[in-house]
């Protein structure tokens, strides 16, 4: 068996002291190495021209937040004839350039979004002290796109993704065997979406989402390809139909638990419909709260907040 005394959170890297803060996460304090190696020249150099700070998230410890503080160095060149004149540590063992997360958070998050879906994995991912955002997921699964190389996917999902929120849409391709982003095409139509599919034939299975706009381009780019609707989707429909359901009325909820003949819910049109008249009719009381509330001047955001309804 080996133990080891010094904990680090990489090569290089020199912990300095670790601190429990008020709101009960670690943060870990860490210098640079001591000196630089130029990234043009390759020489060292210890002639310091100053300090930058990094802050990285790391592994949970004891289901609790871990941020490391690391304390880079940047350093001058001395070579003359180099031309690279000042370089940063780069400690890309660590983390990447501009990450705001240790290499080996960054990689969980890539498997987890891969494996469980941005929302999902966001959910799990807080619970096990690595809280990351549903974007940051996403961003995640972006920047590992494959691009335009030749490929020859037989299994594909196609869904929409924001560029900007509300503002403009693009459309991701994944291969959901390979568990990889294939494209990203830069709108959501039916013209590029068809194209992309006809460039790639060897599509047998579109996998997508429930509205009519990627059917109608697996039915023009691939007609040979097999439709479904994915999981995410029909668990997405089935929960906001659900959700409708249970805030018609407060009763509905505790009724639906008793054996009662009477309280079958939604077994006869009438119900139904007065059921949807109710759910109008609680939209509306909505609806008039937050234009009573722009009508005061507030800005959207703090009606978001009064309200819990997002700025959409
Ligand atoms: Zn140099």
Known sequence: MRTK????????????????????????SAAGPAFGVCPDCGRRSRNRHGWLTRSLQDLPVQGRT?????RLSRWRCAYQKCERQTFT???????????????????????????????????????????VSDDTILRHLKRHAAGNRPISSRIIGIDDWSWRRSWRYGTMIVDLERREVLDILQDRSVASTAQ????????????????????????????????????????????????????????????????????????????????RHA????????????????????PCSEIARRTGYGRR
């Not at 871990?66 to 690391?70: A, E, G, I, P």
């Not at 759910?279 to 507030?298: I, M, N, P, T, W």
């Open 5 to 28: 005394t010094k904990w680090s959170p990489g090569p290089g890297v020199k912990v300095l002291g670790v601190a429990l803060t008020d709101d009960d996460s670690w943060v870990v």
């Open 66 to 70: 871990v941020t490391v503080k690391l």
């Open 89 to 131: 540590d780069r400690l890309s063992a660590v983390a990447s350039p501009y990450e705001r997360r240790t290499r080996r958070v960054a990689e969980i998050v890539g498997l987890l979004g891969h494996s469980a879906g941005r929302r999902p994995a966001e959910r799990l991912m807080r619970r096990l002290g690595l809280p």
């Open 196 to 275: 992309w599919l006809k460039r790639h034939p060897s599509v047998e299975i579109v996998n997508r989402d429930r509205c009519g706009l990627y059917a109608q381009a697996a039915r023009e780019g691939a007609p040979q390809a097999r439709q479904v609707a994915d999981r995410f989707h029909l668990l997405q429909n089935l929960r906001i139909a659900i959700e409708e359901q249970m805030s018609l009325s407060g009763r509905a909820t505790g009724r639906a638990l008793r054996p009662d003949k009477d309280n079958e819910p939604y077994a006869d049109t009438t119900h139904r419909r007065r059921a």
């Open 279 to 298: 759910h109008r009719q609680s939209r509306q009381v909505v609806f008039d709260a937050v234009h009573a509330l722009r009508k005061e001047g507030l």
